[in-house]
């Protein structure tokens, strides 16, 4: 039995290609038992390639996996006894009620039928799926659908639970459920890992890998990875962000711009030196409005600094 702080998950030398891509290169990471540990990089960075190896379906070319003390590689199968994977599209029955899918998975997973009772009625509930559990899966919304998959993932009271994007197109307000369902099961000593394209939930997580190319650029808490963010960030406000930012791209001492809804997040070398000067461009092409303000990293930010998707602009 794992103990607190154990390593829960860990990965050493994890390589996979498919024809001439490299998917993943060389990966190793570390996850300490209760952590919610988030994957997040742009289309194509390897992360549901990661998801597919730690959870057995996927053999990699390379590499060492434990999960909860279990060698992924040379016992899959015992693995899958230790985890459970939640994929992008989990595989729901349609013409099934929410109860009968739960069912199926317990059954799936050999819950012995008192347990598999139980257990649906406690996550149906903390789900606030209940009401509905005789509704069939096919009539769902699409986020009630996603906290189905869950539960059905969730049958076997699994040690690691990994889960790739899981909220991809569910509404905030069953995304904050969702999460509220995963804090619980971390309460429990269920060590997370995920995949997400958002960044509030990237920023909800204990700790983040940045993935860019098949390759962990970065690796830490989001609190860290913000005060590693190079250079100052100041915010400007305007109804029309677009020409702030066409208007600040490529002046001195501006390593980037960023739209964030109705503000442009500019990063700059010396915020003391650039306010002035940024004002000054903004005026020059007729913008009238625009409010700068030093504004403190989110960890969107941090994602573009950090991955160099930005080109540079020395003065
Ligand atoms: N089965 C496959 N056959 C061929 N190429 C694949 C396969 N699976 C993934 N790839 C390639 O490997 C790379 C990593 O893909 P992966 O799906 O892991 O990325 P991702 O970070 O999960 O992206 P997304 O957010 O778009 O799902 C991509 O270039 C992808 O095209």
């Given at each position: 039995m794992a103990e607190v702080n154990e390593i829960a998950v860990r990965v050493h030398g994890l390589s996979k290609s498919f024809g001439a891509v490299r998917a993943v290169r060389d990966i190793d990471l570390a996850v300490a038992q209760g952590e919610i540990f988030g994957l997040v990089g742009p289309d194509g960075a390897g992360k549901t390639t990661i998801m597919r190896m730690l959870a057995a379906v996927l053999r990699p070319d390379a590499g060492e996996i434990l999960v909860d003390g279990v060698d992924v590689v040379a016992e899959a199968e015992r693995a899958k006894l230790h985890l459970s994977y939640m994929p992008q599209r989990f595989g729901l029955y349609?013409?099934?009620?929410i109860a009968e899918n739960i069912f199926f998975y317990g059954a799936l997973f050999g819950v012995p039928r008192g347990e598999r009772i139980a257990r649906s009625q406690e996550l149906l509930e903390a789900a606030g799926l209940l009401p509905f559990?005789?509704?069939?899966?096919?009539?769902?919304s699409g986020g009630m659908k996603q906290k189905l998959g869950l539960i059905c993932a969730l049958i076997h009271t699994p040690r690691v639970l990994l889960l790739d994007e899981p909220t991809t197109g569910v509404d905030p307000v069953s995304r904050r459920d969702f999460w509220a369902i995963l804090y619980n099961l971390r309460e429990g000593g269920v060590t997370i890992v995920l995949s997400t394209a958002y960044m509030d939930e990237a920023e909800r997580c204990s700790r983040l890998a940045l993935l860019h190319g098949g390759e962990i650029r970065h690796c830490d808490t989001p609190q860290h990875l913000k005060e590693a963010m190079p250079g100052a960030l100041l915010a400007i406000a305007s109804a029309h962000p677009r020409d702030v930012r066409g208007a600040v791209s490529g002046k001195p001492g501006v390593l980037g711009a960023l739209l964030m809804g109705d503000r442009v997040h500019v990063r700059v070398d010396d915020a003391g030196r650039r306010i002035p000067e940024l004002r000054a461009a903004v005026a020059d092409q007729g913008i009238a409005d625009a409010v700068i303000t030093p504004a403190e990293p989110g960890i969107e930010d941090v994602f573009v600094a950090l991955l160099g998707e930005e080109k540079p602009h020395e003065p």
């Open positions: 349609e013409d099934l009620t559990r005789h509704r069939l899966a096919g009539q769902l």
